[in-house]
């Protein structure tokens, strides 16, 4: 998991080439293990002030705190090597990287890129 995961930051700009099932899988479980320990760490440091109720249903991070600009960073951080991996990806299972964009499209695009990443590679 950790070699995937070093391949990941490795290729954070790389666009070309193929990344498997496997090791993509591995790379966003290790992705939200980070992303959760340095959140937690974040609101020990900053306090618990890192999410704000928005309604009596949901909550929402408070950017205001330091925990929240924190986690703010720590997002645009992965954004290019998210998105690089995602076109790797869909390059493994033959199809073209502009296929991206479908995520763009409301509920309908998030379940045809899922089903497009758990789908087996041409390999």
Same mark, same amino acid.
Request: with cysteine.
């Given at each position: 998991m950790l070699q995937a995961y070093k391949d990941y930051w490795k290729g954070y700009v790389d666009f070309k080439g193929k990344t498997g099932r496997k090791?993509?899988?591995?790379? *966003?479980?290790?992705? #939200?293990? *980070?992303?959760?320990v340095i959140g937690v760490i974040a609101s020990l440091i900053f306090g618990p002030d890192m999410m *704000?109720?928005?309604?009596?249903?949901?909550?929402?991070?408070?950017?205001?705190?330091?925990?929240?600009?924190i986690m703010?960073?720590?997002? #645009? *951080?992965?954004?290019?090597?998210?998105?690089?991996?995602?076109?790797?990806?869909?390059?493994?299972i033959g199809k073209s990287g502009w296929w991206i964009l479908i995520g763009l499209v409301p509920f309908v695009g998030s379940i045809i890129l899922l089903v497009f990443f758990l789908t087996k590679g041409e390999n």
């Open positions: 090791n993509y899988w591995l790379v *966003v479980l290790m992705s #939200l293990i *980070v992303t959760f *704000v109720q928005t309604s009596p249903y949901s909550n929402t991070f408070n950017m205001a705190s330091g925990a929240g600009i703010f960073c720590w997002t #645009l *951080v992965n954004i290019l090597p998210d998105l690089a991996i995602d076109i790797r990806r869909l390059h493994d």
